[in-house]
């Protein structure tokens, strides 16, 4: 066979391409977004010109800024449009999703203050990845219990006075729930007692700041004085390919915390956890910001906003649930009578995606991009059909 990578004739070969896709279909019938049945997952499908501008950019590395400075200049008109997006912050860096960045946020906040207890605090409804996080490095993670509320912020206080922690990790659009913390009051503790605060806004980052300013939420999320750093990601709402997370500092101090020495390299550092980075996530989301700007964001953040609430009105009128009211495009639910495992497992066998929201013993739709309002509709029917 000839070197089928460098030269086009095997590629060109329709026998070769027939092989080849039949291998692919075999594993190709995976659930789809656009079938309206995975409602309960954080994620969606890539807009076309992000799956573009990712595959023009495929090859690069965006841990190598020499090489592929383009790379790095796109990056730079990210992190201004995030600046402008939270009135605030200084330097980003690209991370693999909110996993990544709550980890890299607390590997700086520990490196920031060395002689902290070895302790972070976070409410209950933290997410799964701050546990991790702690258990990687060995601290020690006290959570506030919330009772499915956004943390209160007098409660916070007292927790910090009594552990003196080296970080505080709250979350604006919590996984189960939607639920924001309230930044603006907790970011003036966190300036009180010097302590290091981030905020992982992995789901609700691109959603918050919009509904704020529409007057739907109470709470704002910006880089008020005490916050150290937020992470946001693009491939949640922001209809980049997965990864596309990206964690933003409010000082480059920060961001220089998490660079490493790498002589062997032409740029002599390595900065985040990751080494290797796909810069195509770096280019599929600069292309949709240069489109459509920040404006994108805002029509995503209403319209799934509006498809919850409708959502919401619709399982309602089912008299046998219990639907709590969103507050980010997160709907709740859960049957009167019916265990929600076995709801579920009900819901499973037709067909559709759900995830659980166990702290409330209840089943989580999250609206995504693609979800319609159709969608819903089917889903409520198939909904009162099971429970009926
Ligand atoms: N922070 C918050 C508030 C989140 O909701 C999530 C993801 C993360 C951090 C982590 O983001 P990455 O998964 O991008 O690292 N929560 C998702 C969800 O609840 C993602 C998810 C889904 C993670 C399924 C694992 C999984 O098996 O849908």
Known sequence: MKNMFCHGEVLLDRKFWEAVL????????????????????????????????????????????????????MMNDIIYELIKLYHGGESGILTSGGTESNIAAILVAKKIFPNRSNTVIAPDTVHVSVDKACDIMNCKLVKIPTNGNPVNASILEEYVRKYNPFAVVITAGTTERGLIDPVKGISELAEEYNVYLHVDAAYGGLLIPFLYRHGIIGENLKFYNGVSSISVDFHKNGLAPIPSGILLFNSKRYSEKICYKAEYTLYGKYCGLLGTRPGGSVASIWILLKIYGLDLYEKIALKTYNIAMYTYRRLSAL??????????????????????????????????????????????????????????????????????
């Open 22 to 73: 039949e291998l692919l279909k075999k594993y190709s019938n995976t659930p789809h977004h656009k079938d309206g049945k995975i409602l309960g997952s954080m994620t969606t499908t890539p807009h076309p010109l992000a799956v573009y501008a990712y595959l023009m950019f495929i090859h690069t590395n965006a841990s190598d800024p020499v090489i592929f400075k383009e790379i790095e200049n």
């Open 319 to 388: 008299k046998e649930l219990k639907v709590f009211k969103p507050i980010l495009p997160i709907v709740v639910f859960k049957h009167k009578y019916i265990d929600y495992i076995e709801l579920l497992q009900r819901i499973l066998s037709k067909g559709y995606f759900l995830y659980k929201s166990p702290s409330l013993e209840a089943l989580r739709i999250v609206i995504m991009p693609h979800v319609e309002k159709s969608h819903i509709d089917d889903f409520v029917n198939i909904v009162r059909e099971i429970i009926q």
